[in-house]
């Protein structure tokens, strides 16, 4: 009996040993899973991690070949004129531009530019504004009928004039990235009135005008600072779509346009409501030039084509870039001399043959030297920088010289008549066993030098010149 108690002692020990918290704790039980919303957190800033350094790679991939910043692409030189001896304009080379310094540019267009283009310019420090562009992305996305918003700054404006092309097809991710790069550094370079200045002075205003300073003497013969506010405001208008925006061609959505503008000044608080409501009363042609009061150099470029080529290239030679560097460059151009000898060979004065002839012609001024008047070639209408012919061709002049070098200075000098009697015989020239022979090497003897000329006999017009 006392044997089967220990047993049932035992037993009961081992049972309860088996039944102890440090056995039970060996068992596993299930697994438990994590919340879910966890787990979507996680995924998505691994997503989120993901994406930003795609982007960041892509960036950098894109930003790689950008073009260097320089100030020259940022100034835009304008427009080269060339003046004639009398100080008249003959034609100017280049964008039709006429830059304004900062100091030169008034509040008022300042303020018109900003509150239309870009009104938080002067808060952003990087040149690119991350508020504007997920404003415009989602208007673009929900209102996708309508005209597309930008979100670029007046910085990236700025980039997108100097550095790359405006057309539609341009628009790509490598030319956004590479211009939001380069606004970047302009932020970083220049002040913020160094970038509205350059802007200023870099847009297109329709009709051929560059530059705002540029718009206000073509549209109103006036510098800007003269400028009413509705005129200020039409011109800080036209840039965002210079063609739509041509007072001359579409004076109503110029006008449209404008009291945008003005309005934007209002709601930016850099007018009153008494100044706004006026400006947009105000006509839209109030004080504008008339479009046939515009004066151009175009007839005096033509007619001084030939002249206008050779001073380019005296220009370059100097060193300076006559499309960029915003030269005046004052000629020796005799400009009633240059009509005239434009008209005798394009009129009906003088009689050719054809109109497939050409001609060249220099005329200098022989106490000094100075080219007064040049005509490179005759009926090639409107073509400019055509072939000079006075300057381009090698052909030699010939028998042309002989009553310009020869016959001129004998009766000049001389006082010989075109009946002086010359001799067409057998001629060595001196110091030399070379003999000067005609075209039909032959020898006519005695004659008057004015048939001597009208035969071009060599011989007569070498022993007149000696």
């Known amino acids: 009996m006392a044997q089967n108690n220990m047993t049932r002692e035992s037993r009961m020990a081992r049972q309860q040993k088996g039944n102890s918290p440090a056995k039970n704790s060996k068992k596993k039980g299930p697994k438990r899973k994590k919340p879910i919303w966890r787990r979507i957190v996680k995924w998505g800033l691994l997503a989120i991690l993901a994406v930003f350094l795609f982007g960041g790679g892509l960036f950098a991939y894109y930003v790689k070949d950008t073009p260097e910043l320089k100030a020259s692409k940022l100034t835009s030189g304008g427009a080269t004129v060339f003046l004639a001896s009398d100080g008249t304009q003959i034609t100017r080379l280049g964008e039709n531009r006429t830059n304004l310094t900062s100091t030169e540019i008034p509040q008022q267009l300042k303020d018109a530019v900003v509150s239309i283009e870009d009104r938080r310019f002067y808060d952003e420090p990087f040149g690119i504004d991350p508020i504007r562009i997920v404003s415009a992305t989602a208007y673009n996305v929900t209102h996708r009928n309508s005209t597309p918003q930008g979100g670029s700054t007046l910085t990236q404006q700025l980039i997108k004039l100097a550095y790359f092309s405006t057309a539609a097809s341009d628009q790509t991710l490598r030319r956004k990235a590479q211009e939001a790069w380069l606004a970047v550094q302009t932020e970083r370079k220049y002040s913020k009135e160094q970038i509205l200045e350059y802007y200023i002075n870099m847009v297109f205003m329709a009709n051929g005008t560059y530059g705002m300073g540029t718009a206000a003497q073509y549209y109103y013969g006036k510098s800007a600072k003269d400028l009413t506010l509705a005129q200020t405001a039409l011109l800080a208008g036209i840039p965002n779509a210079p063609s739509n925006y041509d007072p001359y061609a579409h004076p109503e959505a110029a006008k449209t346009r404008r009291d945008?503008?003005?309005?934007?000044?209002?709601?930016?608080?850099?007018?009153?409501?008494?100044?706004?409501?006026?400006?947009?009363?105000?006509?839209?042609?109030?004080?504008?030039?008339?479009?046939?009061?515009?004066?151009?150099?175009?007839?005096?470029?033509?007619?001084?084509?030939?002249?206008?080529?050779?001073?380019?290239?005296?220009?370059?030679?100097?060193?300076?870039?006559?499309?960029?560097?915003?030269l005046t460059v004052k000629t020796t151009l005799n400009l009633s001399v240059q009509k005239k000898a434009y008209d005798l060979v394009n009129g009906t004065d003088v009689t050719f043959p054809d109109d497939k002839i050409q001609t060249g012609i220099t005329i200098m001024n022989p106490n000094s030297g100075a080219v007064v008047a040049m005509v490179g070639n005759r009926k090639v209408g409107n073509v400019q920088m055509a072939l000079n012919h006075a300057t381009q061709t090698t052909r030699s002049n010939g028998s042309t010289m002989k009553p310009i070098l020869d016959y001129g200075p004998a009766i000049e000098y001389l006082n010989w008549s075109t009946g002086q009697e010359v001799d067409d015989s057998k001629y060595t020239y001196p110091g030399t066993d070379i003999q000067l022979y005609d075209w039909d090497h032959q020898y006519w003897g005695k004659m008057t030098m004015r048939y001597a000329l009208a035969q071009s006999r060599n011989v007569p017009a070498v022993r007149t010149l000696e």
Do not use: C, F, H, W
């Open 260 to 326: 945008l503008v003005i309005n934007a000044m209002l709601r930016n608080k850099k007018i009153t409501s008494a100044e706004a409501q006026a400006a947009i009363n105000t006509p839209i042609t109030s004080g504008m030039k008339a479009k046939s009061a515009q004066s151009t150099s175009e007839d005096n470029a033509l007619i001084a084509d030939g002249y206008i080529q050779e001073v380019i290239k005296a220009v370059k030679k100097k060193g300076y870039n006559p499309y960029q560097d915003n």
